[in-house]
């Protein structure tokens, strides 16, 4: 039984990743490398085999095996200033963010660091952060062996040129906290204070105790109107500055017009005001910020080139050694060296024979391309082979790519969204302006107190905190829906800004394409002689198409190739054991490409002695669900498809989206940009849905910018809105439910204007006694909070999301 | 009647203590993350179990 499971799957007993043919076998577990045995053996050592028993399988493959000197930089007590928190000789406290950190049993482990190094006295973890405090004796251990440590265990801490500029800030929610407190404080103790006014406890002789008590609630009221109030006085006060009505204006005058009016009531001894409805709206209020803006921690929206580079590279110093400096201090003419899977940051030279960089987190092509000695290596590629060395020519901030940076859609800083609630705002205010005003000038002839009551009634009544509360709760619920889905907004804006799209641009290689392309081959079945032929031809070759053959086929033997002829754009030819073999597009191997019209990917025939034997296709796989996404998006905005790679799956793109719908190949990340913009100058609103840096531009350009990230913690270009790659499939019902949120907010707007309709008749015929009115205040708001709670559920429930 | 007057004195300067409790906690960091002290509380310091019950025919 045991056996047989083996030989279908079996799955690496730490990380959980299906073990192909080199796995290894230790004390009856299997494990799909060395690295992940080598974490196990360690943990093992230490007793720390309960990291297993906790959550199955739920190891990070340590991809990064060699990080012999790559930390070196760590040494240096300048870079190592920026990253400590706290140290007094005998305790440092640094704090790493750890992206990798995902399930329980990680924070287990990561807080049982000082099992496995005893310098570390220790360690806790901040889950929704991803981020681990160390707390080690600088005697002991290093900050270099600390990392090292952590990045053998698979959770590499992320260390970037941003991480290292900025210091942790204090998270505005904090103080939205306190002031809920003291909100919440006031608004029950003012209640309870106005019980005898409530329910006319007002016998002769407890006139005294009444004056009392209403003195008191004033009293209790000023922290709710200047300390918690405070942020939508500054808001308001902002907005009409910059000559613009936003919501808080009305809000802030109807909570002035009520506390003045409750002053007036109070001094004069002629009422109890109204001091409790007014710090009830505050509380509520502020309630709904705190959840609509509850942010994601351990996500970064701002990210530009800094987050992506290294903070340190290696220098070439002499002829053996090699020195690792801050990438700050990077000079032009200084000589780096670049290990495999590292990042060029610089614009450089090659100096060693030969390179394969991979530009596809700079242009989305993702084959690598070959440069030689002395040839031009832009930053932002990655060397996919052994190490080089290279020259700086430019540095970091001049280089090709950043200077993307330096266009106008990276310098126009903070996208403006007027919003709905805004524009309605301004509506709102100048409509009960213009009703109060009017109302006293009726009655100021006749009767001037009734005059100033009519002024304060409407104002104090048609507070747009129901509008606000609809629109804030609204927005919470929506915001939290989408990332159980795995589609985390920057803010809540975005949510309406979803809602108005018309247009959407969508990247290929990497957003709705998976980054691994799929080699099959049609045709007669290969035997293992001719797939060696075929392997021994390709290897020699350096298309992008037979560098995926070659690996695809890399199980083979290679054979002696003799008369090896290339010719670009065609194919190739050469003699195998002397044997003919033909290789290349349809002309080149002499057959009718119209025939097999099944396959719609690239395609590379194989002539063999003359005897046509098939072809071998190559197709990128869409992502799961993709297709239904397109298809469901198609009815709902126009589509646009760029792509920085080769034309190789047009076809099959343009069946999935439609003949008529736009899409360009070849695209540099400026071009990507400008067609964004040309869109958006023909009136369109435009959605951007891309991943790698290469989109950046247009991600920057558009009104909405929704990166696609395989690992949301980890790369993913400024942006506004970051959608894990697994959760594509919902991408459509996604932009369905943010539209289903408008019509959420007027429709619960409508509710809480018909509370106040009825309210307000109740009120001015005086049938509403004083306590049910103060009761049903807060009923209304709690009702609006439970119903734009329930319909926002609802409607993800109908479309099928999780909620 | 004039009780009351304590007794409101009495009931705030309590209620004032909770609130400056409150913000004195969450000055300190106590409600900064609500989730991680739910998973460390569920972990044992050792699991006793693990070398008898996981590692019987490896152990040498």
Redesign the interface.
């Known amino acids: 039984m045991e056996s047989a499971r083996q030989q279908t799957q079996t799955v690496c007993y730490h990380c959980g990743e299906v073990c192909k043919e080199d796995l290894v076998m230790t004390d009856d577990h299997a494990f799909c490398c060395d690295g992940c045995k080598v974490v196990y053996e360690l943990l093992k050592e230490n007793n720390l085999c309960s990291y297993y028993s906790i959550d199955q399988h739920a190891g990070i493959s340590p991809k990064l095996k060699n990080f012999q000197g790559r930390f070196n930089y760590l040494d240096d007590p300048v870079v190592q200033q920026k990253l400590i928190r706290f140290n007094d000789g005998e305790t440092t406290v640094v704090v790493f963010s750890l992206p990798q950190m995902h399930c329980s049993s990680c924070v287990w482990l990561l807080e049982h660091l000082y099992k496995l190094d005893e310098g570390i006295s220790q360690s806790r973890t901040e889950f929704l952060r991803k981020e681990i405090t160390i707390h080690y004796n600088p005697q002991v251990t290093t900050m270099r062996k600390v990392v090292e440590l952590l990045t053998t265990l698979g959770y590499e801490p992320l260390l970037s040129l941003d991480n290292l500029s900025g210091k942790e800030q204090k998270s505005p929610q904090r103080v939205r906290v306190y002031r809920i407190a003291v909100a919440g404080f006031c608004f029950a103790n003012i209640m309870m204070l106005s019980f005898p006014e409530y329910f006319h406890i007002t016998e002769e002789g407890d006139h005294q105790l009444q004056t009392f008590f209403s003195y008191l609630n004033l009293a209790i009221s000023l922290p709710v109107l200047i300390y918690s109030g405070g942020e939508f006085f500054q808001s308001a006060w902002q907005s009409l500055r910059a000559k613009f009505l936003n919501i808080d204006v009305p809000l802030v005058l109807s909570i002035l017009i009520t506390f003045v009016r409750s002053v007036y009531e109070i001094v004069s001894g002629t009422g109890a005001g109204y001091l409790d409805s007014m710090s009830g709206i505050i509380f509520f209020m502020l309630v709904g910020r705190y959840f609509q803006e509850k942010t994601h921690h351990a996500l970064q929206f701002d990210r530009n080139y800094k987050s992506f580079f290294p903070i340190s590279i290696m220098l070439r110093k002499g002829k053996e050694t090699e020195e690792s400096i801050p990438l700050t201090n990077l000079s032009v003419g200084d000589v780096m060296v670049i290990h495999s899977q590292e990042l060029v940051p610089a614009d450089s030279k090659l100096l060693s024979d030969e390179a394969h960089v991979d530009y596809s987190f700079v242009t989305g092509e993702s084959a690598p391309v070959k440069i030689r000695k002395g040839e031009l290596i832009y930053a932002g590629g990655k060397q996919t082979g052994g190490a080089i060395e290279c020259e700086v020519l430019r540095e970091v901030s001049q280089s090709y790519l950043t200077g993307l940076w330096n266009r106008d859609a990276f310098n126009k800083g903070e996208k403006v969204h007027t919003t709905f609630i805004d524009r309605l705002a301004r509506n709102f205010t100048i409509f009960l302006l213009a009703l109060s005003v009017g109302g006293f000038f009726y009655w100021l002839p006749t009767d001037m107190t009734r005059g100033l009551n009519a002024l304060t009634t409407v104002l104090i009544v048609a507070c747009p905190c129901a509008l606000l509360l609809s629109a804030t709760f609204t927005n919470g619920a929506i915001m939290r829906i989408f990332s159980r889905n795995k589609f985390y907004l920057k803010n809540p804006a975005v949510i309406e800004s979803l809602a108005k799209v018309d247009h959407i641009v969508l990247d290929k290689t990497g957003t709705i394409t998976n980054n691994v392309i799929k080699v099959k081959f049609y045709g007669d079945e290969l035997g293992e002689v001719e797939l060696e032929k075929v392997y021994s031809l390709v290897r020699h070759s350096n298309h992008p198409l037979s560098k995926s053959l070659t690996s695809h086929l890399s199980f083979c033997d290679a054979r002696p190739v003799t008369d090896y002829v290339e010719i670009p754009g065609s194919g190739l030819s050469g003699r195998v054991d002397g044997i003919e073999v033909k290789i290349g597009n349809a002309a080149f191997c002499d057959v009718d490409d119209q025939s097999k019209t099944s396959f719609h990917g690239a395609r590379v025939h194989v002539v063999i002695l003359g005897h046509y034997a098939g072809y071998f296709g190559f197709e990128r796989s869409f992502r799961t669900g993709a297709p239904e996404v397109i298809d469901g998006m198609k009815s709902a905005a126009s589509l646009s498809f760029l792509s920085g790679d080769n034309e190789a799956e047009r076809e099959s793109l343009q069946k999935l989206a439609g003949a008529n719908t736009p899409m360009f190949f070849h695209q540099t990340p400026e071009n990507k940009m400008d067609y964004v913009k040309s869109l958006q100058d023909d009136g369109a609103f435009v959605a951007m849905v891309g991943d790698g840096l290469n989109d950046s531009g247009a991600l920057q350009q558009s009104q909405v910018g929704i990166a696609v990230s395989d690992d949301v913690n980890n790369f993913s270009p400024a942006c506004d809105a970051i959608l894990e790659g697994s959760a594509f499939g919902n991408l459509d019902r996604l932009f369905q439910l943010a539209k289903h949120a408008q019509r959420i907010i007027l429709a619960s707007f409508g509710l809480s204007l018909l509370y106040n309709v009825v309210g307000l008749s109740f009120a001015v015929t005086g049938t509403l006694s004083p306590v049910v009115a103060a009761i049903l205040m807060p009923i209304s708001s709690i009702s609006i909070i439970l119903f734009t709670n329930g319909l926002s559920h609802l409607s993800a429930l109908k479309l099928k999301l999780n909620h | 009647?004039s009780a009351?007057?304590i007794l409101?004195g009495a009931s705030?300067s309590l209620?004032?203590g909770f609130?400056f409790a409150?913000?004195k906690n969450?000055?300190a960091g106590q409600?900064?993350?609500?989730?991680?002290p739910s998973?460390?509380m569920?972990?044992?310091d050792?699991?006793p179990t693990?070398?008898t019950s996981?590692?019987t025919?490896?152990n040498l």
């Open positions: 009647m009351i007057y409101i705030l209620a004032v609130l409150f913000i969450a000055k409600f900064d993350d609500d989730y991680t998973i460390r569920l972990m044992d050792e699991i693990e070398d996981k590692q025919n490896t």
